[in-house]
């Protein structure tokens, strides 16, 4: 059985933080391995990493028992994204950065590109500037004996803003080539699992509001999944796209079956969200080999969860990883050198640490020699009794006249007397207790009439107005929005996002913040 299961984490180092460990230089590469080991899959797709090149670390890059490819944003650091995990056991025999074959490096490359004429080269340049594909290609073997090819297209799609029309131009462009690529590895006989994040929800099924959206139908990501994917259902004859949507084909008319939720909401609680994560296989992939397609929804760490599926097949590893894997990248590799390799420690060279003893002898013996020498040279200060020079401190002090002489024979008072007090009685006792409690109480007095009196001054927080659905304290949040009330405060319901008909979820309250 061959298990992949891909994951849009929001950061590959989310998951990992606040994570303690007893060996802090080895946590982040232990907490990973974990994770991977907790999802449990021959090959595990990240979407969203947030990581850049130059902020990749080791313990992050290399895993023990897995081979990594990452491919990486070009043009923003912290943004986009994607890598993928594989075990030794299914090491894939290529791998590549990006769709259009401008990253590529002829060498250990998937291929298979297709025409893409209707592209100019600054706009595949830029479609694959945000590092938001990555292929492997591996070997499998079927049940019954046959040797195949199984190329796995990992993708983060754009997201498209309303307020940005170029961006939806962007994310149909990076569709129609993602598409491209695919039809051109099934035309030379791969087969093909497209996985990941496409940020579009299908079907009214995969959307929790999508009645109460404008022409859902009609929007251009749904349509372009309409001629990517086939009919719901894997009848032979009911096929239309060259791709099948797996999660349909074994749970057709399951809902709530989301996959990403806002977190600022806090939607998750109630499962008020939308499925914009799939694993797509080409059909006859599909039908033959899969046995199940599956969601994580208990799987936290990201606003998405994890998706999958199993296949029917065993993998054939290679001997050697492509060139893409990170374990050769000049930094993980050791041939690029390090500030360590630079640095000695001085008990693991004796001699060195003699000769740096003897160096240090000689410099202070120098030192003392050449303040002697300094203090030779120096010219002496005049006497006391000439009136050239520099005076002594001592000559401004005189011994006064005036100040009496302290006899030897004077003996000190005896002060034991004084240091004696007699026995306290009992109602000195409880005097001293009711002194001591009437100066607590008028401290205390005193305390409260500060503390009145700057609440007079200073009023504090004016209590949470009650929102009408639930009469429970709101909450108040910020437009952050560009636009007139940027800036501005409100109060709402405090419960989590959920369905209009649900009487647990958010209510419709609202209300601006006067200005104080």
Not at 184 to 192: E, I, M, N, P, Y
Not at 291 to 314: I, K, R, T, Y
Not at 424 to 434: D, I, R
Request: some cysteine; aromatic content about 8%.
């Amino acid at each position: 059985m061959l298990r992949v299961v891909s994951w849009n984490i929001n950061g590959i180092r989310s998951p990992l933080q606040g994570v303690v460990c007893q060996e802090p230089n080895n946590c982040a590469a232990t907490t990973l391995g974990r994770l991977l080991d907790e999802l449990d899959a021959d090959i595990v797709c990240f979407q969203e990493t947030k990581v850049t090149r130059d902020v990749l670390t080791e313990p992050l890059a290399i895993v023990e028992g897995y081979n990594s490819y990452f491919s990486f944003s070009r043009n923003r650091s912290g943004y986009s994204g994607v890598a993928t995990f594989c075990k030794d056991s299914a090491t894939p025999v290529a791998a590549e950065e990006g769709l259009s074959g401008l990253l590529a490096t002829q060498n250990g490359d998937v291929g298979c590109y297709g025409s893409m004429d209707e592209f100019t080269q600054e706009e595949l340049r830029a479609l694959d500037s945000e590092g938001r594909a990555l292929l492997t290609q591996h070997k499998i073997r079927t049940w019954g004996g046959q040797e195949r090819t199984l190329t796995l297209i990992n993708v983060y799609c754009p997201h498209a803003d309303p307020g940005k029309p170029e961006r939806l131009a962007f994310k149909m462009h990076f569709y129609r080539l993602l598409q491209m690529r695919a039809e051109a590895l099934l035309a030379a006989g791969s087969h093909v699992i497209i996985l990941g994040d496409l940020n579009t929800a299908h079907r009214p099924i995969d959307h929790w509001d999508a009645v109460n959206m404008e022409c859902f139908e009609e929007d251009p990501g749904r349509k372009w999944m309409d001629g990517l994917l086939s009919v719901l259902g894997c009848q032979a004859g009911a096929h239309v796209g060259p791709f099948i949507d797996s999660y349909r084909c074994f749970q057709p008319k399951k809902e709530g079956a989301f996959t990403c939720w806002s977190t600022v909401s806090g939607a998750r609680h109630l499962n008020y969200g939308s499925r914009l994560d799939y694993v797509l296989g080409d059909r006859a992939l599909v039908i033959d080999t899969f046995q199940d397609s599956f969601l994580l929804p208990e799987v936290m760490g990201s606003d998405h969860c994890p998706v999958g599926a199993v296949l029917s097949v065993s993998s054939v590893p290679t001997k050697q990883c492509p060139p893409l894997c990170t374990r050769f990248l000049p930094e993980f590799a050791g041939t690029q050198l390090k500030i360590l390799h630079f640095l000695v420690r001085l008990e693991q060279d004796a001699v060195f640490g003699q000769s740096a003893l003897q160096l240090s002898n000689q410099t202070r013996v120098q030192t003392l020699q050449n303040k002697a020498c300094a203090r030779s040279t120096r010219p002496q200060p005049s006497q006391p009794g000439s009136s050239r020079g520099q005076k002594n401190l001592m000559s401004y002090f005189q011994p006064s006249s005036s100040r009496p002489q302290a006899s030897p024979d004077l003996e000190l008072p005896s002060l034991m007397g004084s240091l004696v007090t007699p026995a306290t009685t009992e109602e000195e006792a409880a005097a001293k207790v009711l002194e001591v409690q009437a100066k607590a109480s008028e401290a205390k007095y005193e305390k409260e009439v500060r503390t009145l009196c700057w609440k007079s001054v200073l009023g504090g927080p004016s209590p949470m107005p009650l929102c009408w659905g639930h009469g429970e304290p709101c909450v108040i949040r910020t437009v952050k929005k560009s636009g007139p009330n940027l800036g501005r405060c409100f109060y709402m319901c405090a419960r989590p996002r959920g369905p209009p008909t649900d009487p647990s979820s958010r209510c419709n309250f609202f209300l601006w913040r006067r200005p104080s």
